[in-house]
């Protein structure tokens, strides 16, 4: 199928878009392109660049066909693929600051994310200032006159608060910022950023898309205005990702939505539950009512993933580390959106407003494939081996 049309189903337009098999001789999927060096057919043709593939780090018929899919889910003018979900931040970011400009980061932001900006664009002279996530239009009064850039991440990294993206990109086109969203969390099967005008949308391609926790790759998606100058900064950088990786998100990106339907739901359902449950003080999760910021994801987000985070009612890192050592099915792993589920220990130390106050020590659960009673029951021990040390 050569083209995606949004009234078909979302699982009918993964198992389907990107590509199409009459291109490739009837195989339903793409080959995979090894390719650094392209040939041209003559001179002319070679002096003026004018055929499709050029050379191997601007496109081959792989990446075309995992950002032609991409594009289609986020409704985009362009995507690039980069090797990592943190190169997926820090493309658009050298693409669009320079010295002297100013940029907005949410507090709440992936630490990677944060510690780019606080070296790297503090050392490149770009003066970088976090905000509350839940600013919203507020956003307005932080704005500078060399604000060139808003970047929001919903839900946040770990605490999961929801911020209201429509009014900080409205605040921020008002004085020509652009905002870029890492939608990773939600993918989009469950929030399209550009629909809520965001300008950039950013993808650790590694977690729901790829699916099984062996493959590195980001997508950065941008709306007709950005593209050009995303596109051009990432020839400029040669920063490209392998065939390989690339083929295997797009086998995944076939999958993601009967995945991430399975992540969903037994989630939510622990969720539920480990609200009901001593010695837990909070559920972090933006789809329960109970969360402060639901009324907001309840309108903006039409689905939630497999990642929530949970408050232990007191103690400190002893009752969190004997929490995770108890794990049996939970691995203790960084990363998320795999098969497999996963805990780790939330620091918040690096944080300037958005720090709480919490009862107790953060843990982050990765809610994978397994049956949900075998993982209540994981979670069980983890909760009396806090409670006992």
């Not at 329960?288 to 890192?317: M, T």
């Not at 969190?320 to 792993?333: M, N, R, T, V």
């Amino acid at each position: 199928m050569a083209t995606d049309g949004n009234e078909m189903g979302i699982n009918t337009r993964l198992a389907h878009s990107g590509n199409n098999p009459h291109d490739y001789f009837g195989f339903v999927n793409p080959p995979i392109v090894h390719a650094s060096t392209v040939l041209y057919p003559n001179a002319s043709v070679m002096a003026a660049r004018s055929q499709k593939y050029t050379y191997g780090t601007r496109g081959t018929p792989t990446t075309d066909a995992l950002a032609h899919a991409i594009d289609a889910l986020e409704g985009s003018a362009g995507t690039i693929i980069v090797p990592s979900g943190l190169a997926a931040v820090t493309v658009p970011l050298l693409a669009f600051l320079s010295a002297g400009d100013h940029i907005l980061i949410v507090d709440s932001v992936y630490h990677p994310t944060r510690n780019f900006a606080d070296t790297m664009l503090k050392r490149l002279g770009v003066e970088v200032e976090y905000y509350d996530p839940h600013a919203g239009a507020g956003i307005a009064s932080l704005i500078k006159p060399n604000t060139k850039v808003v970047f929001t991440e919903s839900p946040a990294s770990n605490t999961f608060e929801v911020q209201d993206v429509p009014a900080i990109a409205k605040a921020a086109h008002e004085t020509g910022a652009i905002v870029m969203m890492d939608n990773t969390c939600a993918t989009p099967l469950y929030f399209r950023p550009l629909d809520h005008g965001v300008d950039i949308s950013i993808h650790a391609a590694t977690k729901y898309p790829a699916g099984h926790s062996d493959v590195l790759l980001g997508t950065v998606s941008a709306n007709a205005n950005c593209w050009k100058q995303l596109c051009e900064t990432f020839y400029t950088m040669g920063c490209c990702a392998g065939p390989d990786d690339v083929y295997q998100v797009l086998r995944g990106l076939r999958t993601m939505g009967v995945r991430l339907d399975h992540h969903q739901k037994s989630a939510l359902s622990i969720a539920t539950w480990l609200e009901g449950q001593p010695g837990v003080a909070r559920v972090l999760h933006p789809a329960l009512p109970s969360h402060p910021d639901h009324a907001v994801w309840k309108r903006d987000f039409s689905g939630s993933s497999g990642i929530f985070s949970i408050v232990l009612k007191g103690g400190g890192q002893r009752q969190q580390h004997a929490f995770l050592d108890a794990l049996k099915i939970f691995g203790l792993g960084y990363s998320w959106g795999g098969y497999e589920s996963l805990a780790v220990p939330v620091f918040l130390g690096d944080r300037t407003v958005a720090k709480g106050p919490y009862d107790g020590p953060l843990i982050r659960l990765q809610i994978g494939l397994e049956d949900v009673e075998d993982l209540k029951a994981d979670i069980l021990r983890g909760l009396e081996a806090a409670a006992a040390a």
